[in-house]
């Protein structure tokens, strides 16, 4: 059993940055793959970005390629995401689940999830 806690969620104006975090507990060994999901109301999780447990792959939604970075600290079994020029439509609580594979990107194929963190990005 894995499990995973975020923060570092909040209110931002377009243009700016946030940094998620989403540390680990329990049976780290089993992780392949981190995910970060996101959700707006009213609409269906989406992913947004994974990374391989050894750091090296990492992949990302197209609407986020370019502003967004996940990265991996395994030391801290922390993972986070660091998202830059951030826009309204990135409006949403982000979640982070643990996955089986970074080919595999569909939320109902994460094995652990997160409670989410709320991003809001207004003016």
């Known amino acids: 059993q894995v499990q995973l806690v975020e923060s570092g969620g909040g209110l931002v104006q377009p243009g700016g940055s946030l940094r998620l975090s989403c540390a680990a507990s329990?049976?780290?060994?089993?992780?392949?793959?981190m995910n970060w999901f996101r959700q707006a109301p009213g609409k269906e999780r989406e992913f947004v970005a994974t990374?391989?447990?050894?750091?090296?792959?990492?992949y990302y939604a197209d609407s986020v390629k370019g502003r967004f970075t996940i990265s991996i600290d395994n030391a801290k079994n922390t993972v986070y995401l660091q998202m830059n020029s951030l826009k309204p439509e990135d409006t949403a609580v982000y979640y982070c689940a643990a996955g089986p594979s970074i080919l595999v990107r569909i939320p109902g194929s994460m094995t652990s999830w997160g409670q989410g963190t709320q991003v809001t990005v207004s003016s």
């Open positions: 329990g049976s780290i060994s089993s992780i392949n793959a």
């Open positions: 990374i391989s447990r050894s750091g090296i792959n990492r």
